[in-house]
């Protein structure tokens, strides 16, 4: 007969590690010391919380005191400087916005300035600063001058228009705040889906002692193998390499050389490819990491390619749009420094690009590299030994010396 407690439910005991402190009920009456007339300018410590619920009168005063000093602090009134204030005008038919006088060195990689010593900003660019609280947007002409835009109007003028969705945004507006530079790609617009097409690159040359020593202990060329018989004739080798390349049986795919799309691509001039069977994409922005000596007239290579898409619209992308979205990514072979470090050259690849997923107001980033496991034959390596840190001649021995 079964024990009584083998019938009983099992519940596991909760552990209080576990408990998020942040959903319990806070204590903000601490708030009530901020006052529309005071002129302090950070908040004071937190509260203590009460975590058990005990149903009385005076927890439930504690409670609605610390709900209304709450709702108090958070109808506190934002106050700005009027030194450091930024007025900007939004011209709706160029759907740009001029600022007169920029200041701060956040227009150091925003904008574009002019002759003037003014900037003109983009429209992810406005209403980045907008949401931000750093800009004072104000409409220009159509007999509107000088009203002030609402965070809601920004949205409504700003996004839907030239190709500025609000995934495409999202991403932008989250690179932002975390610190990158970040600027439109080439083929911000589905039109001008060509204008980041690299073209081929051209196969690594070697140098003369290269090309001497690959003519004395190269690989057998694929035209000494006969057509019949063993795939390793009997013959003289001088390295296994030889050996493991004759197994080589089935053609993969070189990073170093161009694809046939790609190729044809190039040959038949930018613009005049076939049409292809899915939509294309391509990166929209180009980030680069925070640096000091950025210039936005003239940027440096970026460090990374941003391609964003809906995760509610369109699908994983098919090997075709990667093959063309790589397309759009120059050529860069993993660093030198790691000759011998396979799972990192493979991770790096010889072309990568990010790929932005936005669901519903959540990015997810997904890396895709072009690796080349072809280029990686692990039966050359040649990586230094390391000994034992006992036993052999450099080691210290098992201790069984005079004492014994």
Known sequence: MADADEDSPLHPTPDPTDADLTDEPQDFRFLK??????????????????????GTLSQDHTLASSQQAMHAALSHPRIHNPKNQIIGLYDRPTNRTL???????IF??????????????????????????????????????????SLQACYAYLLGREALTLERYTVFAGLKRS??????GAAWYEEDWDKDFVRPREGEGLGVFARFYEALFGAKREEERAPLGPLVVPGFYRSYGDVYRLLNLIPAYDPAVPTDREARR?????????????????PSFYVWKPTSGFKKSAPPPSDFRVAVTNAREENFPVLEQLDELLQAVPYAPPP??????????????????LLAVVDQGVVSYIRIADAGFVKERIYERRGRGQGGKRGGFGGRGRGRGRGR
């Open 33 to 54: 010391h901020l006052s529309h007339t005071s002129s302090q300018s950070t908040l004071p410590h937190r509260g203590e919380k009460d975590f058990d619920h005990h």
């Open 336 to 353: 030198q420094d790691s000759q011998w470090q396979v799972y990192r050259r493979i991770k790096h690849g010889w072309r990568n690009v």
């Open 179 to 184: 610190g990158y530079v970040v600027q439109r």
């Open 99 to 105: 600022i007169d006088h920029p200041k701060g060195p």
């Open 266 to 282: 190039g040959s038949v001039g930018v613009g005049d490819g076939e049409a292809p069977a899915h939509p294309r994409i391509r």
């Open 108 to 149: 150091k990689t925003m904008g574009k300035g002019d002759a003037e010593s003014r900037v003109h900003l983009l429209p992810e660019e406005t209403l980045y600063l907008v949401e931000r609280g750093t800009l004072d947007l104000r409409l220009r002409g159509q007999g509107l001058e000088g009203i002030t835009m």
